[in-house]
């Protein structure tokens, strides 16, 4: 099945500064998702982004489907951003139906 | 607008016992997912509906695990019996399609002693 890949598996920040969190991907997708778990274990949906770049607010999101990565941008980061950040993608239709393979996360934590 | 919606939210049990987790997709959805999220092993899909027809169950771990959706409105996993290693946080999702964005509902946490 597909791999997914994200880097740092770690990041601290202090309040304000600005980060960039990376998943790799090992095939094609027909759906890749960035989720926020809060402290309270909540999946937050952040962008759906199988292709192309969107913005919301301070975040944004990149994904480069030729070369199977995506990079998501926080940017004025504040402590509420902390929690696990989390890729997950939709392979290809035939062989991984409507799935979504989670990487590992990133554990981002904003002290103030 | 509601989003999905999980019972229980914590759910404390002993071995051997029946566990049934319930789950309401958000309306108009036609596709449901039910996740399973452990330490070791992160988050992992056991099974989708489309249409309330089960899809794809390959994920799920064994025959002690059942899942029906006997609505649209409606779906539940049990647990028959319940193990220590059954212990994790189960997700519910729903989608519009098998194929869009997935909402995840708050999730139960399963603690089997």
């Known amino acids: 099945g597909i791999q997914v890949e994200q880097s740092p598996p770690d990041l601290i920040l202090q309040e304000g500064a600005n980060s960039t969190l990376r998943c790799n991907f090992s095939?094609?997708?027909?759906?890749l998702q960035w989720f926020h778990q809060n402290p309270w274990g909540q999946l937050i949906n952040l962008f759906y982004?199988?292709?192309g770049t969107k913005q919301n607010g301070r975040l944004s999101a990149t994904t480069v489907a030729t070369e199977r990565y995506s990079l998501l941008y926080i940017s004025s980061s504040q402590t509420t951003d902390s929690g696990v950040y989390f890729c997950?993608?939709?392979?290809?239709?035939?062989?991984?139906?409507?799935?979504?393979?989670f990487g590992e996360g990133t554990q981002l934590t904003v002290n103030p | 607008d509601a989003g999905v919606i999980q019972s229980p939210r914590h759910e404390v049990t002993e071995m051997g016992q029946e566990v049934t987790l319930r789950c309401k997709p958000i309306?108009?959805?036609?596709?449901l997912f039910w996740y399973r999220q452990t330490m070791m092993r992160g988050l992992e899909l056991l099974i989708y509906?489309?249409?309330?027809?089960?899809?794809?169950d390959s994920g799920m771990p064994e025959d002690r695990f059942s899942a029906k959706m006997p609505n649209a409105s409606f779906s539940t996993l049990k647990i028959q019996p319940s193990e220590p290693r059954d212990s994790a946080v189960y997700f519910c999702?729903?989608?519009?399609?098998?194929?869009?964005?997935?909402?995840f509902g708050p999730g139960t946490r399963l603690t089997v002693l």
């Open positions: 999702a729903s989608s519009v399609n098998r194929w869009n964005e997935q909402f």
């Open positions: 095939d094609s997708v027909n759906n």
């Open positions: 309306s108009g959805h036609n596709s």
């Open positions: 982004i199988p292709s």
């Open positions: 997950a993608v939709g392979g290809d239709r035939e062989t991984s139906g409507s799935r979504l393979t």
């Open positions: 509906f489309n249409n309330n027809v089960p899809i794809d």
